[in-house]
């Protein structure tokens, strides 16, 4: 069974939405099914010399579904070698996994709280130190290089509040000093921005978000810009380390990846009329979206994101209190934390993000999905009067 779309020698002249539908996607040869059969088995037989009969030896190692889906990763995002993994933080911890003891990163102050709470709590214990800076700021970055800094960390647009990151600025400045430089892409995705181009050294996604789509799948990868030593270290804690995605997870992102430049355009446009409309309404304090002309990121945004995205927050003018009121109020945005899905859907960031916050606490974060624009601004409006 062959999988693997060799037949496609070559991705790099395809746009994006060809790859998306093609990358690893090739017919299976035994039966011409055109989507890919699901393999559960676990091991594979081997012929009376001891050979294996195909590719592959035992699950864990090896995977048709999952070597597929990491096909399409890798020529999604315009890298060399890719690794799927069960979820985002599993994708994660390979990365802080492949550090050594007494390696120093440096990372975001507003960064994905799980990725803060992996360095700050369970790598601290291994000797791991972090930095957390504002990584808008190129100077806080420099500050904060220390001789044994290995690895520098961002995300952008963060979360919760849509800071926007120069990629191609920190990567100069972490290759000057032989860091390696991964980027949290899960809320631009490949469709929006590529990292690679812009000197990353690895790009990490929750595929749990807009690769997946349909708020039904958890998972994660990273993509390598070259498959060396740092990547082969993050390969061997995702398959000795078993951190593996499964493979009917697998099967689902492979189904979701022909339409997310589909639905991440939609969203993202629909998210740019939201945020217009609601730009000047006088119950809001602010609204964070990369694509207003105010945010203080938006020319670098419009530099290295084709457009801005689907999440925005807003803040609510009156605090707490009355930001709990406004959610309590929607009625077809969901209020539930997560994001990417097909459908909207509205939290109160900080009670997510429990006692350890910074999050205002009058941030409402939005996930926009593929509702009509129209249907969520009346929503948004009638919770807000
Ligand atoms: C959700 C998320 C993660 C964590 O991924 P899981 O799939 O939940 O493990 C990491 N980074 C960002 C930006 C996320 O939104």
């Keep these: 069974m062959l999988f693997v779309s060799s037949w496609l020698d070559s991705f790099e002249d395809m746009e994006f939405e060809t790859l998306a539908v093609h990358a690893g996607h090739a017919t299976d040869p035994t039966t011409g099914a055109v989507t890919p059969p699901l393999v559960l088995s676990t091991t594979f037989e081997r012929d009376p010399q001891n050979n294996p009969l195909g590719a592959y030896v035992y699950s864990r190692s090896e995977n048709p579904n999952r070597l597929a889906l990491e096909e399409a990763f890798t020529a999604m995002e315009g890298g060399a070698a890719s690794a799927a993994f069960a979820s985002g933080q599993a994708a994660t911890m390979s990365v802080l996994h492949a550090l050594s003891t007494g390696d120093h990163l440096i990372a975001p102050t507003d960064i994905y709280y799980g990725t803060r709470a992996q360095a700050d709590v369970l790598y601290a214990r291994w000797g791991l130190q972090a930095s957390f800076v504002d990584t808008t700021d190129l100077d806080q970055i420099k500050a904060a290089l220390r001789p044994s800094t290995k690895l520098i960390w961002i995300e952008t647009p ?7 990151t120069d990629i191609a600025a920190v990567a100069e400045l972490a290759h000057r000093h032989g860091a390696v430089l991964a980027c ?6 490949p469709l929006l921005t590529r990292p690679f181009e812009f000197g990353a050294d690895l790009v990490m996604h929750s595929t749990t978000k807009y690769f997946g789509g349909h708020s039904d799948v958890l998972s994660g990868c990273i993509v390598a810009r070259e498959q060396n030593e740092f990547f082969e270290r993050i390969r061997t804690f995702q398959i000795q380390g078993g951190a593996v995605a499964s493979p009917f997870d697998c099967w689902l992102l492979l189904r979701s990846l022909p339409t997310m430049p589909a639905r991440v355009q939609i969203q993202s446009q629909n998210a740019a009329k939201l945020a217009e409309a609601l730009s000047h309404n006088p119950r809001l304090s602010k609204v964070h979206y990369p694509g207003l002309p105010t945010h203080p990121g938006h020319a670098i945004a419009a530099r290295q994101m084709k457009s801005f995205g689907g999440m925005l927050s807003i803040e609510v003018a009156g605090g707490r209190e ?6 309590g109020r929607v009625q077809i945005f969901k ?3 997560s994001l990417g899905g097909v459908e909207s859907l509205l939290e109160h ?3 997510i993000e429990g006692p350890n916050s910074t999050t205002p606490d009058n941030l409402l974060r939005l996930s926009i999905g593929l509702e009509h624009a129209d249907d969520l601004l009346a929503d948004l409006l009638q919770a807000l009067d």
Excluded: E
Excluded at 184 to 189: E, V
């Design 335 to 337: 209020r539930a934390t």
């Design 184 to 189: 949290d892409n899960t809320w631009a995705t």
């Design 322 to 327: 009355t930001a709990l009121a406004v959610a």
């Design 158 to 164: 963060s979360n919760p509040r849509l800071h926007i």
């Design 349 to 351: 960031r900080a009670t």
